[in-house]
């Protein structure tokens, strides 16, 4: 019978959910990645692809053999170190668009530092390079949290100011003074000494340890947000700050904390890029990380295991994309496509949480009568 | 039909023809394993109008002239740090017997890639390292900027040419000087204003540099950057320009004086003939007027017929090998004499250039 009523239904109706589904939170990526795959393959199609080909090609293909499993990882590690830093800071609602500075300044700092050990050997002086690549994308980040506690400066006006200096640094330091004297004045530095590039995880492959740090701040950072009394303050700042302030948290101190974090876990993946795939300064270090990762920590809903997935997600497409350029001889806006495309439908599932469809039903009355009919019968 | 059958149905059909194709393209691939595949790694999108698609003119040239003896493909817009690399890589292990790296930051990222495979050839353009498997080609477009830096000196007006630059390596810097040395010599009061619009691509940051430079009275723009933005906005001011990478008149006719152009095609070709006939070596290749790599675009009929000839027989001269641009006497931005009348600055010191000569206005940034 019921399938024979919904012949007369027409449309459907939004209703708001009694409280948001955690059913559909966990469904809601999942339902935008089947959207993203089915378009994917209708834009295949469309431009004349046989659309499960063209998909494999750009999902599975890049994973068919070990290499592409390490540059996954090698790809992901920066983006989740960046997100993993972001994810505090927009958890107490600071909203710092700064990574992409911190990341540069990272690599730069740490670069000087690598450049200037040249000549020297012995395991310490990777851990200088690193620890100061860190230090230094932490000091950018205090930069933006000095103006926002003491002078009450928009940090989302200065993150994204001190971006642009920080490129423009980076630009400075390779046109100018740490550029190779032996490379023809080439805009970029001296390849660093091996004792300061990062150690490889399999011999032959780019992957390097940069892929432990990456995991260890995603543990650290999980601890931090579900089991420490910062987390639970970062987490009382955001959802609500004058509740924060009534309960007596230092919000300025609360500010520093996490926008230090952020910086020194951006830093050390700029340090990472150049000691690890790079191995050198130039111009084009930042592959716009820092901001790829304000995507990832939305994607993975501020959720350390998200992101974890979201960071991987974001990498894949761009080696996909890559790849159908390669194998289909396909444009590469198709990577923005896919990347867009995935965002979009994982904001409108994303409202499946909050409402849920009805199949509206008919009037009351008539199913009334119905009932009254069928009683009768 | 229910809507769940519905449903079903709708991810059963592409599930369907996924498993088809991919066995069919696994078919594709193992019988299709003749011709010679050519990959070529590009750092704009191949429709930029400028650096790219030179490039890729040059690989639709060896498409067309060796037909079914090559497959050639492309990935455009590759940044110069970490992912050239594994772009480089994956084409090397998808079966590419030849691949061309069209920009310079891709030096470092194609010699790792070349070691670990030795079998396949690589080509890079505008760099300085090689391996064994590994050559280096460029084109000598400073003499095409010489050539339209005399017309420039002959057009002006107010005696003001306007420069948009990219970023200040010697490639750059080289271009500026060849074309201040031509403009000079055809108009010794020009002077030649840059502005730095560090970017490779970026059509609007193109357009207000060019904007500014008409703003500080120059007449007469022309480039180094890939997009045709400057062509636009000077036909919309009413200005000359001067294109660079590809003839630019279709952006603005009138506007559009002449344009230093790259023709990689026939190198391109001819490298992928070595590697059939296995005669291919690494060696590091500079040709330029003489061999047609680079050329200039038809001058525009507001050109006046003294000028074309000016330009022709200078042309002549540099083919024939009689004139090298940078003949002496080159005297820098200070006043310093850089090479004396009767000598000519060496190539060494051409890849290298880090000065401006004397008649560019401005700091070079960082020198």
Redesign the interface.
Known sequence: MS?QRSKHLFGVRLEKRASDSRWMAYCSPLLAILLTL?CG?GIFASLGH???????TFFLQPLE?F?GWT?LG??ASPLLLCAMGLVLCFKAKIWNIGAEGQFIIGALGGGYMALQLDSMEGPWVLFAVVAFGALCGMLWAALAALLKTRFACNEILTTIMLNYIAL?WL??SV???LKDPAG?????SA?FSDSSLLPLLFD?Y?LNISLYFALLALACVWTLMSRTLFGFQIAVLGEDASAARYAGFKQNRLVWLALLVCGALAGLAGIS?VT?????L??????GYGYAAIIVVFLGRMHPVGILFASVLLALT??GG??V???L?L??SLTGLFQGMLLFFLLACDFLIGYQLQWSRPNRKISTVDIAQKAQE | MNPMQRFKNIIKRPLGSFAVAAGLAAIAATVNADPLKVGFIYVGPTGDAGWTYSHDLGRQYVEAQLGDKVETSYVESVSEGADAERVIHQMASKGHELIFTTSFGYMNPTLKVAKRFPKVVFEHASGYKRAKNMGTYFTRAYQGRYLTGLVAGKMTKTNVLGYVASFPIPEVIRGINAFTKGAREANPDVTVKVVWASTWYDPAKEREAAETLILQNADVLTQHTDSAAIIQSAQAKGVYAIGYHSDMSLYGKDAHLTATVHNWGPLYLEKAQQVIDGSWKAVDLWPGIAEGTTDIAPLNAAVPEEVKQLVAEKKAAIKAGTLRVFDGPVVNQKGEMVVPAGESLEDAALLGMNYYLQGVQGKLPQS
């Open positions: 399938s089915l393959a046989a659309p499960g080909a063209a998909l494999y053999d290499y540059e090698l790809k423009n630009y400075y046109y100018g003074p023809y004045n080439f805009p970029e390849l032959g780019r890029e690890g795939p790079v191995g050198q130039n111009a084009n270090i930042s592959l761009f080696m890559e790849m350029q390669m194998e001889t444009p590469k």
